[in-house]
């Protein structure tokens, strides 16, 4: 699994983000995006575990068809995005999935 955290994310990627989501809720604008690329499994594993961390958003990113879920991101203040990506490393790399 691939993780990454966007700090003050540009309009522009906000907008990517925004037309290749799953639902049609607008976002508004997040102190910072964690983004979680992975198996499909994993991904399930890990929204589950982000939910469960803290108090974030949490959106699935299509990839090329549709029902390719290839990326999640993980919306909401720096310290709960930080802590949600900290917790899904934390929880992989203990394979406590």
Not at 38 to 45: N, R, S, V
């Amino acid at each position: 699994m691939d993780c990454r955290i966007i700090k003050s994310p540009g309009e522009n990627t906000l907008a990517i983000l925004n037309r290749r989501k799953g639902s049609k809720e607008e976002l508004g604008t997040p102190d910072a995006i964690g983004l979680v690329q992975g198996k499909l499994i994993e991904m399930i594993c890990a929204t589950d575990v982000a939910e469960k961390a803290v108090g974030v958003t949490i959106e699935d990113i299509r990839g090329s068809c549709p029902q390719n879920m290839i990326l999640l991101a993980i919306f909401g203040d720096t310290a709960s995005v930080t802590a949600a990506i900290e917790e899904i490393k934390r929880r992989e790399k203990n394979s406590q999935w």
